[in-house]
């Protein structure tokens, strides 16, 4: 009889401990899958000021970010305080809060392994399209690396961290930002998948974190639509793919995913061309 009883035991625990396993994995695969990374914990604790600021300053939906009846949105570019702001933060000033809702633009990736363009339409993103013309003007994105890739679940390469220069890798790469954020834009709410192969869209740390940081989705993802489709890459997949087909050297694998690319794609300019069919 305690033989039995010990065997029955023995089994319980044996099929606690794999529930167990299996809930830990579930688990796991959620966070890496919901989490896109935008910037750090450090740059979250600034951002949650400037959310509620962007939030108390709103309100009139005739105010911010929305369509008006001449051609142009009303975009609210709200500063992070220079108090306390990341080293990893650039500071090229704010883009004009008037931009152009109508028209299309390509934006022009040139890396070290060849170019990568995608169409944005200024109907969508008004206001996230005008941030990446005033950041590009400005240089900002100029001789930065793709510092971040996801090969497994949400598959996407990730960039727009104007501190991720230089040789070899830092513990700060994928914090850096501009010294602003927004509110997000053309949420892909109603789409299945909501971030298919082919679309770029923002990275963020949190509803009104959305700052330079971009994903270049190269299959399929399943990711939450909780970050701005900026638009539809053109030309260049290739490119991304073989970043991709190297792998990645799993750095972030304990947090977010996934790891920096080991195949290194560096960002010589980001250009963005003039509205066209507006």
Known sequence: M??????????ARARLEREMAERASRARKRRQTQAIVGAAAVLVLVVAGTVWLATSLGG???KQQTASASGYS???????PKEGRPKQIKD???PPT???NKGSQTMTIDT????ITAKLNRDQVPCTAGSFTHLASKGFFDNTKCHRLV???????QCGDPSATGKGWRDTDGIGGPSYGMAEENLPTDKRPPYPEGVIAMANAGPGSTGSQFFIVYDDSQLDPNYTVLGTITGGMDVVKQVAAAGDDGAFAQQAGGGHPKKEIVINKLTMSDIQGA
Do not use: F
């Not at 070290?112 to 170019?115: S, V």
């Not at 090969?151 to 390469?157: F, Q």
């Open 112 to 115: 070290n392994l060849g170019p």
């Open 74 to 80: 009303q975009c609210a570019y709200t500063e992070v």
């Open 151 to 157: 090969t497994e679940g949400i598959k996407v390469l």
């Open 98 to 100: 008037q931009q152009a």
């Open 60 to 62: 009139d939906d005739d």
């Open 92 to 94: 090229v000033g704010l």
């Open 2 to 11: 305690t033989s039995t009883r010990e065997r029955q035991r023995a089994a």
